[in-house]
C-alpha cells in the first residue's frame, strides 16, 4: 500500500511535488511535524496527498518575498490527521528526504507545485547515516548551559538515550532561532556539520545579552 510505503532509494520519490511554504517551519528526516491547516488551498493540498502518496513538500519563504522559496526543503508523510471544527484539519508530517528547488510547474491546483531534485540528499534515507561523526557530548554540554540559563528543565535521562540523529534533529526543530538560521541548519551537508552549526549558534545565543527567544 502506498501508505505504508518506505522509501529506500531516491528514484522511488516523486520528481514533482506540492509545496508547502511556511517561514520558520523546519522539517528533517525521521521528525515529526505538526501542522494546523486552515486556509482552503492547504486543505486542498492535504486532501489530494491523503488520495495519493500523502507526500507534502515543506519549504519556507525567503522573508524580504513571500512568493520566493529557498532552494532546499524536506518532503513529508502525512502519518496522522484529525478533522477539526470550523474547517480545520491537523496533520503531522513526518520528515523523508530533503530536496533542491527546479522548475514552478504550471498547474490548476490552488497551491504550488515543483519539479524537485533529490540526488545530493540520497543519504537521508538511511537511518542514523552519520551518526559516528557527530560530537554528541559537545551538543549536550551546550544544551545543558543553555537550560540553566533559561530556568528550563527536561527529562534528561531520555536525552541521553535518545539516538543521536534524533537528538540533534529534534534539537534543531525546537530551536528558537530565525528562518534564515533554520534554514542553515536543513542546508548543513550532513549530521555532524548540522550539529556544529547548532552548537555554534546556541553559544552565540548564550554569549549574547539579548539572546533569542526562549523556547516555549
Avoid: H
Wanted: glycine share 4%; with cysteine.
Amino acid at each position: 500500500m502506498k501508505s505504508l510505503k518506505e522509501y529506500k532509494n531516491i528514484e522511488e520519490l516523486p520528481p514533482k511535488l506540492s509545496i508547502f511554504p511556511l517561514p520558520g517551519a523546519l522539517l528533517l528526516p525521521r521528525t515529526q511535524l505538526p501542522l494546523n491547516i486552515f486556509e482552503p488551498r492547504y486543505l486542498e493540498m492535504v486532501d489530494d496527498a491523503l488520495t495519493s502518496n500523502r507526500l507534502i513538500a515543506m519549504i519556507q519563504n525567503q522573508s524580504d518575498n513571500k512568493d520566493s522559496l529557498f532552494k532546499v526543503g524536506c518532503v513529508g508523510k502525512i502519518t496522522s490527521y484529525s478533522e477539526l471544527t470550523n474547517n480545520r484539519i491537523v496533520i503531522t508530517l513526518t520528515g523523508v528526504c530533503r530536496f533542491s528547488v527546479g522548475q514552478e510547474l504550471e498547474v490548476v491546483t490552488p497551491y504550488r507545485q515543483f519539479q524537485v531534485n533529490y540526488e545530493q540528499f540520497a543519504n537521508d534515507l538511511l537511518k542514523g547515516f552519520g551518526e559516528k561523526n557527530v560530537n554528541r557530548e559537545g551538543l549536550l554540554v551546550c544544551l545543558k548551559k543553555y537550560l540553566d540559563q533559561n530556568n528550563l528543565e527536561v527529562d534528561w535521562n531520555s536525552i541521553k538515550n535518545s539516538p543521536t540523529e534524533l537528538l540533534v534533529n529534534s534539537l534543531c526543530l525546537l530551536s528558537p532561532y530565525r528562518p534564515e538560521e533554520k534554514q542553515a541548519l536543513l542546508e548543513a551537508q550532513d549530521l555532524s556539520e548540522r550539529n556544529e552549526i547548532l552548537i555554534a549558534m546556541t553559544e552565540m545565543s548564550l554569549s549574547s545579552e539579548s539572546g533569542t527567544e526562549k523556547i516555549q
